[in-house]
């Protein structure tokens, strides 16, 4: 039997999960669904916190679906680097019903692929003393700037984990352009400013996509990018991020179809994936039963896809646009005055 690990979150975030795994025991009964807390353990490897029934239940699962958290370690270190899990796919499309701040966005349909574990949330940092006496200097000529009190960040980028990366975004458009996508992958990064760094990035993903004659190829620095996702989003098919551009530039393109109440992801290894919406914990609304689900509910259709349920998978997608085109108990941040509950049961209801 398939069994999947939820871990609810903090905040209003089990409120948007209890709502979702309502809908996954209504819609596939005979799957195990079992719902831990991250609780608290021991430091594990990966700084990670989580009970040891937590890790247990994520290891002995097929899949996990994780709500969203305040805290910095837990469960989301565990799954993200004990699991390998680098590649972070952040759909970004349109669902008609949905409020949108573009006169058409019907077009916009294109996901994002973001490395996962490295860049600056390598999490390497510490005081600017540490540098000065390796006495470093810039492209520039200039050095450590001699100002007293500061604090550094690591910029990590691995050969090895951008091809990876790449890999999976060009494997990923030949996909699309199979189902009828246009099958290509855009990347970006700051390689004119950091050319070491972001330089060795757009190297690598250049060399990758000689690879791919069959897909399309193109780059742009990432200021000219985060201006283009806004103006031109129906052109975009596979975009191909670094982590924290990635982390950035994905909540920015959620706005344009709806916001990150409507945001969902997927990590995928080689072994392990979990699923989370793309939106926090929302502490303001902690309480009032409003959070809007859909972007936790989607997580989940993208899991069930994972886990080889694609008539599970697009049954719960189908659902929630039928709701939204029929505008019945929508959310409050989609313009309506449903409850999460309310929202929750006309989901239900359409399955």
């Not at 540490?130 to 450590?144: A, E, F, H, N, V």
Request: hydrophobic fraction near 40%; glycine fraction near 8%.
């Amino acid at each position: 039997m398939t069994q999947i690990c939820v871990v609810p979150g903090d905040q209003a975030a089990p409120e948007a999960m209890a709502a979702t795994v309502l809908v996954l025991r209504e819609l596939i009964p005979d799957i195990d669904i079992l719902v831990v807390d991250e609780g608290i353990g021991p430091v594990g490897q990966f700084g990670e916190t989580l009970s040891n029934e937590c890790r247990e239940a994520i290891d002995s699962s097929d899949a996990t679906l994780f709500g969203a958290t305040s805290r910095r370690t837990g469960a989301i270190s565990y799954l993200r680097w004990g699991k390998a899990t680098y590649a972070n796919i952040r759909p970004v499309s349109y669902i008609e019903g949905i409020k949108s701040p573009l006169s058409n966005p019907n077009n916009i349909d294109f996901v994002i692929v973001r490395e996962n574990t490295e860049d600056l949330y390598a999490a390497v940092e510490g005081d600017l003393d540490l540098l000065r006496p390796l006495k470093l200097t810039s492209y520039r000529g200039t050095g450590i700037p001699a100002l007293g009190d500061g604090r550094f960040a690591v910029k990590v980028i691995t050969r090895a984990a951008t091809e990876r990366i790449a890999h999976y975004a060009f494997q990923m458009a030949r996909r699309r352009k199979q189902a009828g996508y246009p099958g290509k992958v855009t990347m970006s990064c700051k390689h004119n400013t950091l050319p070491t760094a972001d330089g060795f990035f757009r190297e690598i993903v250049t060399e990758i996509a000689e690879n791919y004659s069959d897909i399309e190829y193109n780059d742009f620095i990432i200021d000219d990018f985060a201006r283009r996702i806004i103006v031109e989003p129906e052109t975009l098919d596979v975009v191909l991020l670094p982590n924290q551009y990635g982390d950035i530039l994905s909540d920015e393109a959620s706005a344009l179809v709806g916001g990150l109440g409507v945001a969902p992801s997927g990590c995928y290894g080689d072994e392990y994936a979990y699923f989370e919406p793309v939106h926090g914990s929302a502490p303001d609304i902690e309480g009032l039963g409003i959070i809007n689900p859909t972007a936790t509910m989607l997580s989940a259709a993208m899991m069930l896809e994972y886990l080889n349920l694609p008539v599970a998978a697009n049954t719960l997608k189908t659902s929630i646009r039928t709701v939204y085109a029929n505008k019945e108990n929508l959310p409050k941040d989609q313009g309506g005055n449903g409850t999460t509950e309310q929202f929750t049961r006309s989901v239900i209801a359409s399955l």
